[in-house]
């Protein structure tokens, strides 16, 4: 298997594991502090992405540790946005849940795109 294959197959992978582990948040005590700390991860994650010349990421864990995060930091914020008790944080962690879940669409739209192209 090649480079791009593993690629996509890991990246497919830790999506699906995001996904799934985000149906389970449900049984997650709310706070709005946790969101914004989910959050922060998946920035960071997505900031040490780094593709060089190409779009192929040059760190492979980066690229699976946003994959996975993503979702789950996003589901979270958006149940805990009403039964945190700080519910200003989860608010703001909420609001920058759009601002992530759209840099995971294009890069799962990416993924996908990319069984076609190779």
């Known amino acids: 298997m ?3 294959r593993t690629l996509q197959v890991s990246g497919l ?3 699906t ?3 799934v582990v985000s149906f389970f948040t449900q049984r997650a005590p ?3 502090w946790v969101g914004v700390l989910l959050l922060l ?3 960071v ?3 040490l992405v780094d593709p060089k010349e190409d779009w192929r990421p040059s760190r492979l864990s980066m690229f699976l540790t946003f994959l996975f995060v993503a979702p789950v930091a996003g589901v979270y914020s958006f149940r805990a946005r ?3 008790p700080d519910r200003v944080i989860a608010l ?3 609001a920058g849940s759009f601002i992530v879940a759209a840099f995971w669409l294009l890069m799962v739209v990416g993924i996908i795109g990319s069984f076609f192209v190779s």
Do not use: E
Request: glycine residues 8%.
């Open 2 to 4: 090649n480079s791009l």
């Open 13 to 15: 992978c830790a999506l």
């Open 17 to 19: 594991s995001g996904v």
């Open 30 to 32: 709310r706070r709005g």
């Open 41 to 43: 991860i998946a920035s």
């Open 45 to 47: 994650a997505l900031m």
């Open 82 to 84: 009403r039964l945190a």
């Open 92 to 94: 703001a962690a909420f």
